[in-house]
Every structure is written in C-alpha cells, then in structure tokens.
C-alpha cells in the first residue's frame, strides 16, 4: 500500500521560498498513470490543489499559484518536491502530498508558518 510522507521547514520567512519533499512507500512515482499532488488547507478552510507531477514527470499547476509554484520529483529516491516562491500569511497552511488530485491517499501533512 502506498504511503507518503512530507518533510521540510515548519517555518518561512516572509517572502522567501517554502520547499517541502513527499517521500514515497510502497509503490514508484513513475507507475503509469499515477499524478502525485500537492494539496494544502489553509485555517478553517477547504483543502485546496495547488498542483501535480505525473509519472512521466509532466507537471500541472493550479492557475491562481502557477505564477510562484515548481513541482519537481527525483526518481532515484522515488521523491517529488514543492517550491512556493515569494509566500506571504496567506500560504499559512497544511501541506499535504497526495497519490490523486482529490487527496484520497495522503501524507499526514506538515504545518507550514510564514513569519514576518
């Protein structure tokens, strides 16, 4: 069964670029046809998509955060990684890395700050 796990900093100063790195178990990022996401909620709100990178390694942005967002993956180490340039208090969220747009597999999320 497929597990993920995020990891990178709790903390970002404002204006500078969030990463965060999904750690795939138990099955490849390069199995057709599989989209791995990243997928965030913001407090008190719905999960949002922010993003996907396929098995082929295309990519796919939300419109509204394609203009500062990068997804990225490293085959080796059957890892995909998310670069959020320029962030402000309003990507204070949890970050989720997900098997599907949707979110029915995903990591347990880590909790982003964005400190002034």
């Known amino acids: 069964q497929v597990q993920l796990q995020e990891s990178g900093p709790g903390l970002v100063k404002l204006s500078q670029t969030l990463s965060l790195t999904c750690t795939v178990s138990?099955?490849?990022?390069?199995?057709?046809?599989?989209?791995w996401s990243w997928i965030r909620q913001p407090p008190g709100k719905g999960l949002e998509w922010m993003g996907a990178?396929?098995?082929?390694?295309?990519?796919y942005y939300s419109p509204s955060l394609k203009s500062h967002t990068s997804i990225s993956r490293d085959t080796s180490k059957n890892q995909f990684s998310l670069q959020l340039r320029s962030v402000t208090p309003e990507d204070n969220a949890v970050y989720y890395c997900?098997?599907?747009?949707?979110?029915?597999?995903r990591g347990q999320g880590t909790q982003v700050t964005v400190s002034s």
């Open positions: 990178i396929g098995y082929d390694g295309s990519t």
């Open positions: 138990g099955g490849s990022i390069t199995t057709r046809y599989y989209y």
């Open positions: 997900a098997k599907d747009r949707i979110g029915s597999i």
